[in-house]
T-cell receptor, first 114, second 118 residues
Framework: TQLLEQSPQFLSIQEGENLTVYCNSS?????LQWYRQEPGEGPVLLVT?????EVKKLKRLTFQFGDARKDSSLHITAAQPGDTGLYLC??????????????FGKGTKLSVIP | DAGVIQSPRHEVTEMGQEVTLRCKPI?????LFWYRQTMMRGLELLIY????????DSGMPEDRFSAKMPNASFSTLKIQPSEPRDSAVYFC????????????????FGPGTRLTVL
């Protein structure tokens, strides 16, 4: 099983601040996904990055896939209370016997204080 | 469109009891996944189905766990007997494409069932 390390584990910031969270691994991935999970709900896909060095923007969120396709970052500009949630990265990993599964990091829990 | 539907939303039971969790995937989705989420271990895949057939159950913790998908619109995850360490939030997700579809692969998660085993 491939291991995805996310940092920081917890982050509490004031509304309007910028922040970056990270997802790292020693393995190379064909693609990597970011999800956001709000309390009491399931994760919701934000973006999929496929190409090394790729940058995708979703309003105030900027996602980057590392050149070597081993790491990714999520940058939020001018954070708002609505950004509060658990941010999970996930990558496809070979689990044996011809099967692939989505492996998740443990997430970064973000709190944006008004 | 209705999303993935799970029931019950909350379940509290005593150790040794049988627990059955239910899931209705999004219509037209050929893949169904069961996950378990805890603070310690994060989100872990337990098993997934393709066209109602179990493909990979390597994440199922032990024989106390079993999953079935009798038809394209219904799946169950059963724990018998349940133990306190099974306490977690269990998610069901569905997708239209195989995970190897890469950029086109989107899993849609249900709201989860929060299981507490006393």
């Amino acid at each position: 099983t491939q291991l995805l390390e996310q940092s920081p584990q917890f982050l509490s910031i004031q509304e309007g601040e910028n922040l970056t969270v990270y997802c790292n691994s020693s393995s190379v991935f064909s693609s990597l996904q970011w999800y956001r999970q709000e309390p009491g709900e399931g994760p919701v896909l934000l973006v999929t990055v496929v190409t090394g060095g790729e940058v995708k923007k979703l309003k105030r969120l900027t996602f980057q896939f590392g050149d070597a396709r081993k790491d990714s970052s999520l940058h939020i500009t001018a954070a708002q209370p609505g950004d509060t949630g658990l941010y999970l990265c996930a990558a496809l990993a070979y689990s044996g016997a011809g099967s692939y599964q989505l492996t998740f990091g443990k997430g970064t829990k973000l709190s944006v204080i008004p | 469109d209705a999303g993935v539907i799970q029931s019950p939303r909350h379940e509290v039971t005593e150790m040794g009891q049988e627990v059955t969790l239910r899931c209705k995937p999004i219509s037209g989705h050929d893949y169904l996944f069961w996950y378990r989420q805890t603070m310690m271990r994060g989100l872990e895949l337990l098993i997934y189905f393709n066209n109602n057939v179990p493909i990979d159950d390597s994440g199922m913790p032990e024989d106390r766990f079993s999953a079935k998908m009798p038809n394209a619109s219904f799946s169950t995850l059963k724990i018998q007997p349940s133990e306190p360490r099974d306490s977690a939030v269990y998610f069901c997700a569905s997708s239209r494409a195989h995970p190897l579809a890469g950029g086109q692969h989107t899993q849609y998660f249900g709201p989860g069932t929060r299981l507490t085993v006393l």
